[in-house]
C-alpha cells in the first residue's frame, strides 16, 4: 500500500476528540468514485463546538479538497450505502430513518427524493435491491480480443421481479432487534422526482427476521444467485446468552401476485459458536464486525471479534460438505454417509490492539482479493483473502506534512474512524474521526509481482471491464504506471477495432472517453486528448443532428435521409451544391426556431473545419512522424464533417441566421463551399495529401479568420500529468487547491488565429466572459459550463441532456 494522497482540514483542533469516539463512521465509495464519507464536524468551520452534528458529506477521489455536504441528521447514522450505479446514496439513523439522496446535476447539489420511516428501529445493515446483472471475466479467456468471449454475463438473478421478469428497485434494511424491512422504488417516479419540493415517503413491509426476534449489533448482506439474500448477524453484547452465535438466513423478497405490494420471506441456515472456532481459548471473545468476503454469493464470512486484555482476533468461516456417519442398523448399503453443510472455520489471524473496521474488496476480479483491518491503535493491516497472509500494515499517526517543521510534534488525538475500497479494489480510503481522508494505491504489490507484458495485458482487462460495465476508469487510472501507457492504449485500441460493427457502434463514446483520459495522463499527449475530444463532440453533434431527421413520406422511403446522404457523399463529390442535386430537400426541413438554436453547434462544426485545414500544411510537414491520434487523418471524422457541411448547407436556405459566422477578407468568398471542397479532397488521401491541396490550406488564413478551438487552460486533480513527478503523499487542505498538481497544458496556436481569454460553455458552446460569476466544472477532463440552462427548444434540451449525466 502506498499513501497517494492525505486531505487536511483548515483546524486540526481535537477538543471533541472524546465525544466523536462515542459515535460510529461511515465511508463507502460508488462505482462512479465518489466518496460519501459520515463526521461529526462541518468540515469548512474551524471549530468544532460550532460545527458539530451529524453530516454527511460526497468528495470526488480526483478533486477530494472540495468535500460538499449531503445533509446534516438529527440522529447518528448507522448506515451509508450507495447503489450500483451511483445515482442514489441510502442514509440511515439510529432512529429508524431511512432517506435516499440524488443529484440535482451536480455533484455540489443533492436533494433527498425518497423518505422510509421504521419508527424507533436502529438500522445496522442495508442493501439495494440486485438488478440480476453480473458480468466477470473469463480468466482463461484474458487473452482474447472480443468482448462477448471475455466478458460474459452470468447467471444471476435480480432480487425482486415483477411482471415480465422486470428487476425492481429497492432496498432491503436490518435492524439491531431483527427486523427485516424492504421498500421499492416506484419506477414512473424517477422522472419527476427531482421536481418536488419534498421527498416522497415510501411504505415499508416488515418482517422478523428469524423465528423469535433477537437483539444483534452487526449484520451484513450479500446476494445470492437465485435472488435471494444471504444475511448474517452478531450480538457483540457480552451480557446476552447468544453473544458467542453468528446467525445466518437467507431472504427473499417477492412482489405479491395481483397487486405491487412486497412480500418478505425468512428461513434459517447454518449457523455456528465462536467457541466451535479457533479462538476457543480466548476469554471473552466479543463480536464486533461480521463482514462477507464478497457481496455477490459469497461463501466466506469474516468475524472479527474482540477479547479480555485488548486484542482483537479475526477468523474466516467457510460453508462446507461434510459427510456425517450413520449407524449401521439405519443404513440401507455398506458406507453410506449422510451429507449437510457446516461452517468451518479456516484460518485466523491475532494483533494485541482492538479491531475498529473491517472491509473487503467487493469483486473477487483476476484473482485480486484482499481484507483491509482498521486498529484501535491506528494501523491498517492488509490480508490476503484467502490466508489471512498479512502483505503490508502502516500506521495514519507516523504520515506528517513534509512541510511540517522537524520539532512539530505528531498529533495522537486522531483515530481511525471509517475504512472503505474503491469498487474494483485498486484504491483504499482511510477517515480519521476528524474527517480527514487518507487514500492509498493497493495494487502496487501486484504489479510488481507480474512483468510487462501480463501488466499490460491486465491493465487492459481491467479497462475493458470498466468500459463494459460503464464503471468509472479513476481508479485505475491512477494506479497506472506511466511507462506503459502507450502499451496499453495500443492494445485497448487494437481491441476495440476487432470488435463486431455493432459491438464497436454501442461502446464507442465510452471508448473514446476511456481513450482521452488516457492520454490527458502524459504531458506529450494533450493534443492527441484534444483531436479525441473534438472527434467525441463531433459524433455528438452527428447523432443529433441526425436524429431531428424525419423522412417526408415514410412509404416511398427505403431508407432514411441520413442514409441516403452518406450514398450520396460517397461518390466524393466535391461541389456541395451539386450534392444538393441528389437529396430530397424536404427530408430536411425544419422548424425555423429549432434551427436557430441550432446555431451555436453549427459554428462549432464550422471551426473545427477551418482548424484541420489551417494546420494541416503544418502537421504534414513537422509532424509527419507523430504517433497516436491525428483527427486530420481520420477518414470517418472527415466525412462526418462533410455531412454535417451538406446538412448545414440546406438549413441555411431554410433559415439564414443558423449559418456559421465568418470574417472573410472579400465578401464573394463562399467559405462553406471552400471547406466542403479541402475536405472532400482531404478524405480522398488523408494520409499523404497532395501539394495543391496544402498549398490551398495555406491560403485559408489569408482569406478568414480562424477562431481557436477551445483549450481547456488548466486542470487541478489527481490524475494530472505531473503526478508521477511530485513527491507522495499529496498533501491537500480542505477549499484549496492542490497547486503542486495544476497543470497547464501548452495551447496549440493557428498561424493568423484568433483567440481570446473568454471562457467558453463547452456544453452550449457560448461566450461566458473572462471571469463568469458562477461555474460548473467537470471533475475528469475540467470543462467548464454555466450552471444556467439557456436551452429553450426540444432538439437543445436533449442536447444538454445528453451530457448532464457523463460529468461530474
Not at 474466516?316 to 454417509?337: A, G
Amino acid at each position: 500500500m502506498e499513501l497517494l494522497y492525505m486531505t487536511h482540514r483548515k483546524s486540526n483542533s481535537v477538543s471533541f476528540v472524546e465525544t466523536q469516539q462515542n459515535f460510529e463512521f461511515f465511508s463507502t465509495t460508488s462505482t462512479c468514485n465518489v466518496l460519501a464519507f459520515t463526521t461529526t464536524n462541518e468540515l469548512t468551520e474551524p471549530s468544532p463546538i460550532q460545527g458539530w452534528g451529524f453530516h454527511i458529506y460526497v468528495a470526488d477521489l480526483n478533486t477530494p479538497w472540495f468535500p460538499y455536504r449531503v445533509t446534516t441528521s438529527k440522529y447518528p447514522v448507522s448506515v451509508l450505502e450507495w447503489d450500483v450505479l451511483g445515482r442514489f446514496l441510502l442514509v440511515g439513523d439510529r432512529n429508524g430513518n431511512v432517506q435516499l439522496f440524488a443529484q440535482k446535476g451536480t455533484l455540489s447539489e443533492w436533494k433527498a427524493v425518497y423518505s422510509v420511516r421504521f419508527p424507533g428501529e436502529n438500522i445496522i445493515a442495508a442493501a439495494f435491491f440486485h438488478n440480476g446483472r453480473k458480468i466477470s471475466l473469463q480468466m482463461d479467456k484474458k487473452e482474447h480480443s472480443l468482448y462477448v468471449e471475455k466478458f460474459p454475463k452470468g447467471k444471476f438473478s435480480a432480487s425482486v421481479r415483477q411482471f415480465g421478469g422486470v428487476p425492481v428497485e429497492g432496498v432491503v434494511i436490518v435492524s439491531a432487534t431483527g427486523m427485516l424491512g424492504a421498500f421499492a422504488i416506484p419506477a414512473d417516479s424517477n422522472v419527476n422526482i427531482m421536481k418536488q419540493q419534498e421527498p416522497m415517503v415510501l411504505t415499508p413491509v416488515t418482517e422478523s427476521l428469524g423465528i423469535t426476534r433477537n437483539f444483534y449489533t452487526t449484520a451484513d448482506i450479500c446476494y445470492g444467485k437465485s435472488g435471494h439474500f444471504m444475511i448474517a448477524a452478531g450480538n457483540g453484547d457480552t451480557k446476552s446468552a447468544n453473544s458467542g452465535m453468528i446467525q445466518c438466513f437467507r431472504v427473499a423478497v417477492t412482489v405479491k401476485k395481483g397487486c405491487e405490494t412486497l412480500e418478505i420471506g425468512s428461513s434459517a441456515l447454518p449457523s455456528f459458536f465462536l467457541a466451535e472456532g479457533l479462538g476457543k481459548d480466548l476469554k471473552e471473545l466479543r463480536v464486533a464486525h461480521i463482514k462477507w468476503v464478497s457481496n455477490e454469493d459469497a461463501d466466506s464470512l469474516i468475524v472479527a471479534s474482540n477479547y479480555a486484555g485488548g486484542g482483537s482476533f479475526i477468523e474466516q468461516w467457510e460453508l462446507t460438505e461434510e459427510s456425517m456417519p450413520i449407524h449401521k442398523l439405519f443404513q440401507s448399503s455398506k458406507n453410506e454417509s449422510f451429507k449437510t453443510i457446516l461452517w468451518t472455520s479456516k484460518t485466523k489471524y491475532v494483533y494485541n490492539s482492538k479491531v475498529v473496521k473491517v472491509c473487503s474488496t467487493r469483486l473477487n476480479f483476476m484473482n485480486c482479493s484482499f481484507i483491509y483491518l482498521a486498529m484501535s491503535d491506528n494501523s491498517i493491516h492488509c490480508l490476503q483473502r484467502d490466508t489471512f497472509k498479512r502483505l503490508t500494515c502502516t500506521n495514519i499517526i507516523s504520515i506528517r506534512d513534509p512541510n511540517d517543521h522537524a520539532s512539530k510534534q505528531i498529533r495522537l488525538g486522531v483515530k481511525i474512524g471509517a475504512i472503505n475500497v474503491s469498487y474494483l479494489g485498486h484504491l483504499f480510503v482511510a477517515l480519521d474521526t476528524t474527517g480527514q481522508i487518507y487514500t492509498y494505491r493497493c495494487n502496487f504489490m501486484i504489479q510488481d509481482q507480474l512483468g510487462t507484458p501480463a501488466l499490460i495485458v491486465q491493465t487492459v482487462n481491467l479497462l475493458e471491464f470498466c468500459l463494459v460495465t460503464g464503471f468509472d476508469c479513476l481508479e485505475i487510472l491512477l494506479t497506472l504506471k506511466p511507462q506503459i501507457l502507450d502499451n496499453i492504449l495500443e492494445r485497448l485500441t487494437d481491441n476495440f477495432n476487432r470488435q463486431p460493427p455493432n459491438v464497436q457502434q454501442y461502446y464507442y463514446v465510452n471508448f473514446l472517453t476511456m481513450k482521452i483520459a488516457l492520454y490527458r495522463l502524459s504531458i506529450t499527449g494533450q493534443q492527441k486528448a484534444h483531436d479525441l475530444s473534438n472527434l467525441l463532440i463531433l459524433h455528438s453533434i452527428l447523432i443529433a443532428f441526425k436524429s431531428l431527421l424525419r423522412p417526408s413520406d415514410l412509404t416511398s422511403h427505403d431508407k432514411g435521409p441520413a442514409e441516403n446522404l452518406a450514398m450520396v457523399l460517397s461518390e466524393s463529390v466535391q461541389d456541395v451544391d451539386k450534392v444538393l442535386l441528389n437529396l430530397e430537400a424536404k427530408d430536411f426541413t425544419m422548424e425555423r426556431p429549432t434551427l436557430q438554436s441550432l446555431q451555436q453547434l453549427i459554428q462549432w462544426v464550422a471551426d473545427l473545419a477551418l482548424n484541420i485545414l489551417a494546420k494541416l500544411p503544418e502537421s504534414r510537414s513537422f509532424m509527419s512522424s507523430k504517433q497516436g491520434y491525428d483527427i486530420s487523418k481520420d477518414i470517418v471524422a472527415l466525412n462526418s464533417i462533410r455531412e454535417l457541411l451538406v446538412m448545414i448547407r440546406i438549413w441555411g436556405l431554410l433559415n439564414p441566421q443558423c449559418l456559421p459566422v465568418f470574417s472573410r477578407s472579400t465578401d464573394n468568398l463562399d467559405i462553406l463551399v471552400t471547406l466542403f471542397r479541402l475536405l472532400t479532397k482531404l478524405s480522398l488521401n488523408p494520409n499523404e495529401p497532395d501539394d495543391l491541396l496544402l498549398d490551398e490550406c495555406c491560403l485559408l488564413p489569408n482569406q478568414v479568420l480562424i477562431p481557436q478551438l477551445q483549450f481547456v487552460p488548466s486542470r487541478t486533480m489527481i490524475a494530472s500529468p505531473l503526478l508521477p513527478h511530485v513527491s507522495l503523499p499529496v498533501i491537500c487542505d480542505y477549499g484549496v487547491e492542490n497547486e503542486t498538481l495544476k497543470f497547464c497544458p501548452e495551447i496549440p496556436i493557428v498561424e493568423g488565429g484568433l483567440s481570446n481569454d473568454n471562457v467558453i460553455d463547452s456544453v452550449m458552446y457560448l461566450q461566458l466572459g473572462r471571469k463568469p460569476p458562477s461555474l460548473r466544472r467537470c471533475s475528469r477532463c475540467g470543462s467548464c459550463s454555466s450552471p444556467v440552462s439557456v436551452a429553450k427548444t426540444p432538439a437543445m434540451k436533449a442536447w444538454e441532456q445528453r451530457w448532464i449525466d457523463k460529468c461530474r
